[in-house]
């Protein structure tokens, strides 16, 4: 099994920033080898929605049309942590972040789709005043 735990939301203003991290862990860690991780949102009545993805490598990522030039997902594998860092925020940012692991790409780019993804964290709270 596999865990995932977000931290680094909070409350700020629009216009701000928030450095959002995801600590992976687990026995089956290893075993598993290579595998992408994403970042997607979920605004309250909202549906789960894509924000970012990364490869295993980093090399490769992917962007929703939304956070483009705003938000840069990064990764560090020997730490096992996958981080977005976020800029000039606006309300409509508001939501409760997660991050997920992808397995089935091994050193392939996470998917923009919810149900490829293997494992969830719990989520953390973003909430941006205007």
């Known amino acids: 099994q596999v865990q995932l735990v977000e931290s680094g939301g909070g409350l700020v203003q629009a216009g701000g920033s928030l450095r959002l991290s995801c600590a992976a862990s687990?026995?089956?860690?290893?075993?598993?080898?290579?595998?992408?991780m994403g970042w997607f949102r979920q605004a309250p009545g909202k549906e789960r929605e894509f924000v970012a993805a990364?490869?295993?490598?980093?090399?490769?990522?992917d962007y929703a049309d939304s956070v483009k030039g705003r938000f840069t997902i990064s990764r560090d594998n020997a730490k096992n942590t996958v981080c977005l860092q976020m800029n000039s925020l606006n309300p409509e940012d508001t939501a409760v972040y997660y991050c997920?692991?992808?397995?089935?790409?091994?050193?392939?780019?996470?998917?923009?789709?919810?149900?490829?993804?293997?494992?969830w964290g719990q989520g953390t709270q973003v909430t941006v005043s205007s």
């Open positions: 997920a692991a992808d397995f089935s790409r091994s050193s392939g780019l996470g998917s923009r789709e919810v149900w490829r993804y293997d494992f």
């Open positions: 687990g026995r089956s860690l290893s075993r598993y080898g290579m595998y992408a």
């Open positions: 990364i490869s295993w490598s980093g090399e490769s990522t």
